[in-house]
């Protein structure tokens, strides 16, 4: 397993949970069942993890996987032992975001993206801009359509984008663009994409199935 001693100027660290059912996309259950939903998380963290992957041939990256539930060994074993995996840790998803991207800067990144692994419309082309726009921007945000958002990066930590927001609701994204005008930062804004958490929205990810012919790791 590799250590976050070996993190490259720009850095990619990816949210997600092991895949255990029951505990995994709980909203999706009453569509899926627990273990149709486990398995839906697990597909869609592939996907993600496949685009980071190609994201990596083309620009020089690092990626960390940052998940709750499971322990490394299991993560290494579903996702593969060339990647750094880490604990979220304690506390709401803000102070769990917070603490990822203060370690990465205190280990030599100069500019971090935190992305989930609930939007498949996340692709090499969106996190390569994500990228390139963190040059010139304090903060690039990938507005969800359900009012949070996909992806967020920074040059360097700004705990108050963290604190007092109200996760897990259609808000979050408004909060977050009203700190980040407070704090009179230079913000970019990525196009608004679509998570699927909701049984109204697996046909988004049934879509990708069928269009990029994607089939997991197994």
Known sequence: MLHLSEIAKQHLIIFTRYPEPGKTKTRLIPALGG????HLHRQMTEYTLLQAKELQKEIPISLEVRFAGGNSQLMQDWLGSGLVYQSQGEGDLGKRMERSLVNAFEAGAKSVVIIGTDCPSVNINILTQAFAKLQQSNLVLGPAIDGGYYLIGLQYPIPELF??????TNTVFQQTVDIAHQLNLSVFYLPTLADVDRPEDISIWENILQTRGFSGRH
């Open 163 to 168: 604190t007092g927001i109200d996760w897990g």
């Open 35 to 38: 273990e149709g939903a486990a």
